[in-house]
């Protein structure tokens, strides 16, 4: 985990955000400081991306300290909400799910989406079909995470059954990204649902082929990767903050969209500072070109997630009413000219 502070002059005007303006922050009344989560995942680039370009910085103005932590898991990032130790984080739904249903509903409230896509089922050679997957072991991040609960419902699909324990007709093997990895590359494990850049790696230094493309089994192939929560204290007193930092996700996000190959770059700069490793700038761009950077967080597979997650027995209850505050988004969209996002 690594922590960075910044702290920038902001502006007092009130400028538009987008369409190449930024938008000049109003300062808290008093000091604030927003501790900021996100992970050094190609998922997360928006996040990644608007701290290295100082678009948060920017966005939230003198009067806030950015205090940013990065996490390898979303439950880590989920207890350090808990425990008082981060406002905001970007992370995936399952995590959010969870830490709204165990809080009931309380703790935390999503604000915004950052990433769709990007998620998918590489198999080795001689797997073709579902039907080859009889007796295979397939990987996934984590046991209950949102590309195991996605795996274990497609499985169901299919006609398989499964269990936490690794048994049934397909064993799961619940294991992290870079394991799995190395576990396909040395013919320990058959496949993986993993989320990006490690499906294009498996497909690149392991052989791997798509068996299954997560896109494919969504309305218009959109469903939610990433999107970003606030712990709902934070929120409530600093709805100020709050919407600075979504105007800097929105340039961010515009930014990655429109400049692909320079926000490459700072990704990759920014994940070698962080993490003491390089990606290669072949499968960064492969792996960007499977994502879609949007604010739109996609709620209507946020509840098939809890509704899959519920069926599978790793939650007891599906009800999501209240977990999203898009007020401020909104706010946020409009003074851009951009279309407003229903909330459900």
């Known amino acids: 985990m690594r922590s960075s502070f910044l ?72 207890e350090a909400l808990f425990n008082g130790g981060l406002d905001a984080t970007f992370i995936g739904p399952n995590p959010a799910i969870n830490a709204f249903i165990k809080s009931n509903g309380e703790a935390v409230r999503i604000v915004s989406g950052a990433t769709s896509g ?15 997957l009889r007796g295979t072991k397939i990987a996934s991040p984590q046991l209950g995470n949102t ?10 699909g299919q006609g398989y059954t499964t269990d936490a324990q690794g048994g049934g007709d397909v064993a799961i093997v619940p294991q992290g990204n870079s394991q799995t990895l190395e576990t396909f590359v040395a013919g320990q494990i058959d496949g993986a649902w993993v989320p990006e850049p490690w499906a294009t790696r498996m497909i690149r230094d392991g052989g791997g082929h798509v068996l299954v493309d997560e896109r494919d089994l969504w309305p218009d192939g959109q469903y939610v990767t990433t999107h970003l929560i606030v712990r709902t204290g ?22 990655v969209n429109d400049n692909a190959a320079d926000a490459q770059a700072a990704f990759s700069t920014a994940i070698s500072q962080l993490t003491g490793s390089t990606l290669s700038a ?12 949007t604010l739109d967080p996609i709620t209507s597979s946020l ?11 790793f939650l007891d209850s599906s009800d999501l009413a209240g977990i999203y505050d898009l007020n401020l988004l909104n706010e946020v969209l409009r003074e851009a000219g951009r279309p407003e996002i229903a909330q459900p």
């Open 118 to 132: 990007g998620a998918y089922l590489v198999v080795r050679d001689g797997i073709n079909s579902a039907q080859d």
């Open 147 to 156: 590309q195991d609960v996605a795996l274990r419902k497609w499985l169901t």
């Open 234 to 255: 934070f929120l409530d007193q600093h709805p100020d903050v709050v919407r600075n930092l979504l105007r800097g996700l929105l340039k961010a996000t515009d930014y």
């Open 7 to 78: 702290v920038v002059a902001g502006l007092a005007a009130s400028l538009a955000i987008g369409c190449g303006t930024s938008a000049a922050p109003a300062a808290p009344q008093d000091p604030v400081t927003l501790r900021l989560g996100y992970f050094p995942n190609v998922t997360h680039a928006a996040a990644a991306v608007g701290v290295a370009k100082g678009f948060f910085a920017e966005a939230l103005g003198s009067g806030v300290t950015l205090d940013t932590k990065t996490f390898n898991a979303g439950p880590e990032a989920v």
């Open 282 to 293: 072949d499968v960064i761009a492969d792996s960007w070109g499977n994502l879609t950077f």
């Open 303 to 313: 509840q098939a997630s809890a509704d899959a997650a519920r069926e599978l027995g």
